[in-house]
């Protein structure tokens, strides 16, 4: 399973400083979770991933396949 959420920044044209920024989070954290340097996610965070970027946790989210 991996985190989605450079492709969705480059499809809002967004980067990642913005985004934490926008949901409060530490920029090296999130760039963390970015890059798949990262074993989990907390819901709060996922949550907060959605709402600002307007998506589901399905789009954040991928399988391997």
Known sequence: MYININQILE???KTPYWLANEIGCDYHSLLKLCNGQTTGI???I???????LKCSPNDILKVNE
């Open 11 to 13: 499809s809002q044209n």
């Open 46 to 52: 996922l949550q907060q991933l959605c709402l600002t």
């Open 42 to 44: 907390s819901f709060k």
